[in-house]
């Protein structure tokens, strides 16, 4: 088994990956089939924690919450990432992984609340923590928590899974000519305003010296890949 690079990560995982080809909610298909590349880095000693987006249910800046009150339609969307994170919790313990999902908002018949030394514990039992509800906090993302939860868990990047292998300089799907990174500084990706994740992310990650590797996670074995150091997708860093 290759040495990892990094050994204990967070992917973020957004919604709209969970939909697979439809508009809206889960598509168990897409589901298992990344989960079976998470099965893959934790069979290879990788510590990983997820955080996961709801935007396939729903975003509370979005024309369904259209006249709603801000917080309450966040509110909302934090709830959406936990059925998110209970479905990724079911197709990963089919595959025989033990999981943990800890909630950001406390629902306690429904999963853990979120403790960081607690979630420490069960990286460290090799069990996969699934974090759910962001930050728990309205006018925030799962980016932002992705970045969050990484630096308190002591992760040593943030994996973000994306549809893409990487950062491009335009839209690779509408521009024949889009040409892509394999490496990007912090300040590139604010100044040139590259859709890696947002800027209270990125500049939490910058600040703290966290490297944000953005590949795709739909090709299968990519997720060891980036964690043996393989060069998959595009690295932002210092
Ligand atoms: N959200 C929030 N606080 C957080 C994280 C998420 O209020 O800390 C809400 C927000 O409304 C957001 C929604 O939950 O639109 C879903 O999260 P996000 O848009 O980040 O999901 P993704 O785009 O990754 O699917």
């Known amino acids: 088994m290759a040495k990892l690079r990094f050994s204990r990560v967070l992917l973020k995982i957004s919604g709209e990956a969970l939909a697979g080809t439809r508009a809206f909610g889960l598509d168990t298909a897409t589901i298992s089939a990344f989960c079976q590349d998470i099965a893959q880095a934790a069979a290879a000693g990788a510590q990983v ?10 975003r ?29 919790q079911d197709a990963l ?19 853990e609340p ?42 040593q990047a943030i994996l973000k899974g994306t549809k893409v292998d990487g950062v491009y300089d335009k839209d690779p799907v509408k521009h024949a000519d889009a040409v892509k990174f394999s490496r990007l500084t912090y300040m590139d990706v604010i100044k040139k305003q590259l859709r890696v994740m947002d800027t209270t992310a990125i500049s939490l990650a910058m600040d703290n010296g966290l490297p944000i590797v953005v590949f795709n996670m739909f090709t299968a074995g990519n997720l060891t890949r980036v964690l043996t150091g393989e060069q998959v997708g595009t690295i932002v860093e210092g």
């Open 49 to 58: 924690s997820l955080v996961i987006g709801g935007g396939n249910i729903f």
């Open 60 to 88: 509370g800046m979005s024309e369904q919450a259209a006249g709603m009150d801000r917080a309450s339609a966040d509110y909302m969307g934090m709830l959406a990432t936990v059925l998110n994170a209970l479905a990724v």
């Open 114 to 155: 979120y403790i960081r030394r607690r979630a420490m514990h069960h990286l460290e039992k090799g069990r996969v923590v699934i974090c759910a509800a962001g930050t728990g906090n309205p006018y925030f993302t799962t980016d932002t928590a992705a970045a969050l939860r990484a630096m308190e868990l002591h992760a």
């Open 93 to 111: 313990e089919k595959l025989g992984l033990t999981t943990r999902v800890m909630s950001a908002i406390a629902m306690r018949e429904v999963c």
